[in-house]
């Protein structure tokens, strides 16, 4: 019969473990990227992520059940979010400590990028002077709606898919630069090449919203700047919503 020292830490250790089981799919890893950047519905997320709608709900259940995020439903739609900010801090030390241990993660990032122009790193300091000095235009280029829950000062808010219709407002002795979600959004990235295949001088930050709070920089919502963090809704009563029974 195993003592109450080992009972305690076996029942500690088996919680721990449910976050560790929570984050063992790739997918659901990019659920938890995607809802960095603000809520979405599971239609959005499945969309995003090539999941079927089944297996997306599916997904976003297991994380819902480990408590890393919650969900609330309107009419036909269920709509998700992170639990709190702690989960997308989480997330984003657990991306570092990949990238730090993983040699494949740098080898696959740069066999990608391998070819591509305007992929070189830019400084974050120099960019916010120029920004400030109006010597670039900074482009945001994912999806509206993460845009308002979130971005750089000063950045315009492009989506991919309406960029081709600001190319005639662009100046070509301006240089450009587009960000997305982060290292690993292709965004920007996409943005960047129809950028320089229209002859203007474009280059990529490779750093997200979340890096940037990471470093203690401020950002906008909705035009203002704000501390607000992307991802979380502020709610009263969180213990409450911790035990809300999850939804189909």
Not at 202 to 219: N, P
Request: charged share 30%.
């Amino acid at each position: 019969m195993k003592s109450p020292n080992r009972q305690f830490k076996d029942a500690i250790y088996e919680q721990f473990s449910r976050i560790g089981k929570a984050v063992s799919s790739p997918k659901r890893l990019e659920l938890l990227d995607l809802l960095c950047q603000g809520e979405k519905t599971v239609e959005t997320l499945s969309r995003e992520t090539g999941l079927t709608l089944a297996n997306a709900s599916q997904h976003l259940q297991v994380l819902r059940a480990a408590r890393l995020v919650e969900a609330e439903k309107e009419g036909l739609y269920v709509t998700y979010r992170l639990a709190d900010q702690m989960v997308c801090r989480f997330f984003r030390s657990m991306r570092v400590l990949a990238e730090n241990r993983l040699a494949e993660v740098e080898l696959i990032n740069c066999r990608f990028l391998e070819g591509r122009e305007g992929m070189e790193p830019v400084d974050r300091n120099d960019l916010l002077k120029r920004v400030k000095d109006g010597a670039v235009t900074v482009l945001d280029v994912r999806p509206v709606e993460e845009y308002r829950a979130g971005h750089i000062p000063g950045a315009l808010s492009v989506p991919l898919g309406q960029l081709k219709d600001l190319f005639a407002k662009l100046s070509k002795d301006q240089e450009i630069v587009a960000y997305c979600r982060g290292p690993y959004c292709v965004l920007a990235v996409e943005a960047v090449e129809m950028l320089r295949k229209k002859g203007f001088k474009a280059i990529r930050l490779e750093e997200g919203i979340q890096d940037w709070l990471a470093k203690g920089l401020s950002i906008s919502v909705d035009g203002n700047g704000s501390d607000r963090q992307p991802g979380v809704r502020r709610t009263a009563g969180q213990l409450a919503s911790i035990l809300r029974p999850a939804f189909g």
